[in-house]
């Protein structure tokens, strides 16, 4: 099973700047690929970039071109830089990964417990 951790969030003024970091933990064989959401009460988990190890990445519309998803395999840390925030960009951020297990085992969806982001106006 693999365990995310979050860290990075808290409060920042209209326009500032935030770096989010996450990292995996546990028994497994390597992680596959790494995502940040974004969840605000009332409102479905939003994708904000995912990250395929060796692979692509994807954004999604909230933050496009505000924000700059890394991975570092040496550390099964992901981080999440993002620019220009804005008060609509306050909420829960949560970590996600996929993972190949012990066995070879293709694993989905761990998911952090999430960090709040809150931007002032």
């Known amino acids: 099973q693999v365990q995310l951790v979050e860290s990075g969030g808290g409060l920042v003024q209209y326009g500032g700047s935030l770096r989010l970091s996450c990292t995996a933990s546990?028994?497994?064989?390597?992680?596959?690929?790494m995502a940040w959401y974004r969840q605000t009460p009332g409102q479905r988990r939003e994708l904000v970039a995912h990250?395929?190890?060796?692979?692509?990445?994807t954004y999604g519309d909230s933050l496009k071109g505000r924000c700059t998803i890394s991975l570092d395999n040496t550390k099964d840390t992901t981080y999440l830089e993002m620019s220009g925030l804005k008060p609509e960009d306050t909420a829960v951020y949560y970590c996600n990964a996929d993972w190949f297990d012990t066995t070879g085992g293709f694993r989905r969806d761990a998911w952090g417990r999430g960090t709040q982001v809150t931007v002032s106006s």
């Open positions: 546990g028994t497994f064989s390597r992680i596959y690929s």
């Open positions: 990250s395929i190890y060796g692979g692509s990445t």
